[in-house]
């Protein structure tokens, strides 16, 4: 189709008249609940999608990954300007079944369910601004589009493969667009904090907890000390730390020798991420308890 000077009326009248049938895919993938530990799950709202945007007529590739639900990227054909990318990603937060049987619930104008806001409805959105600007013969720009399979957990599930995919698939673009959830005034949000999991591990001495407490040394306790101190670190303004979760010994009579805790940070800028594992590092060096760190961007 040629490119031709369309009003905005007509623009508008033609997004009205995709309601019914973007509410439908709405619905069809909030019904696929797609938490992000649940690779299965995630993988078949990936090829849901896939089989979606081919009858669109759309070029797509999914990533696998050992852990994580795929990655899923699409685009349209060629355009001699710098390329738009249209960013979401698939996975929910809730384990399945969590909301019950009726998973899509509709009252009124408003509609319920695990994903509809983050962000499965911005998933729709972007299928939708794709689909009208086909519909006008837009060719100027490609637009792709780029959805995760484990953007709530961080991208830990992928070690950070699909945020990798994301660097790769938007290289080139001129201009970026989020299509997650945004403030519920309407305001378009243009900049937000980053965002990581660090994961830390204290290493105690086991022992019996009644007959030779002497000869133990307790991870828990140290990473007690640790959690305190990282929390203290936090600036509203600035870095966030947020020890999440936590997990460690056997038994209420043994003294644990083991403990692992996640750290989630909210950064400004990459400096201050980096200046936030230094500090972290730093926390986790100054007690005599061995210590690992590892970290996902």
């Known amino acids: 189709m040629q490119e031709q000077q369309y009003g905005i009326q007509a623009i508008c009248d033609y997004i009205d008249s995709r309601e019914p049938s973007m509410t439908q895919l ?18 078949r709202l990936a090829a849901h999608l896939d089989t979606y945007l081919d009858a669109m007529g759309l070029w797509r590739k999914k990533v696998a990954f050992e852990q994580a639900g795929s ?4 685009q349209t054909e060629g355009g001699t300007l710098p390329a738009v990318a249209l960013m979401a990603h698939m996975d929910t937060v809730h384990p399945v079944g969590r909301f019950g049987d009726n998973v899509f619930l509709r009252d009124g104008d408003n509609i319920y369910g695990p994903g509809v806001y983050d962000c499965k ?17 837009y060719r ?13 957990v961080a991208h830990a599930l992928s ?32 900049r937000r904090k980053g965002g990581g999991i660090v994961t830390v591990t204290v290493y105690g001495v086991s022992a019996h ?31 966030l730390y947020n020890c999440g979760v936590i997990k460690g010994g056997t038994t209420s009579n043994a003294i644990p020798d083991r403990c692992e805790f996640t750290v989630g940070l909210r950064f400004p800028t990459n400096q201050d991420l980096e200046d936030a594992l230094k500090a972290l590092q730093a926390i986790c060096d100054d007690d005599p308890a061995p210590v690992s760190m590892r970290r996902w961007r």
């Open 26 to 43: 709405w619905e069809q993938m909030v019904r696929i609940e797609s938490p992000s530990a649940n690779r299965t799950e995630v993988n």
């Open 71 to 74: 990655t899923l990227v699409a």
């Open 121 to 137: 409805g911005g998933i729709a959105v972007a299928i939708l601004v794709i689909s009208t600007l086909q519909r006008f013969g």
């Open 140 to 152: 100027k720009r490609q637009l792709r589009l780029i959805l995760s399979g484990d953007e709530e």
């Open 159 to 190: 070690q950070g493969g699909s945020s990798q995919v994301y660097a790769d698939a938007a290289a080139g673009c001129g201009a970026a667009f989020n299509c997650e959830s945004g403030l519920l005034s309407g305001d378009v949000i243009y």
């Open 209 to 239: 907890a009644g007959k030779e407490p002497e000869k133990g040394a307790s991870a828990i306790r140290a990473a007690a000390r640790k959690i305190l101190k990282i929390e203290e670190l936090s600036d509203p303004d600035r870095v």
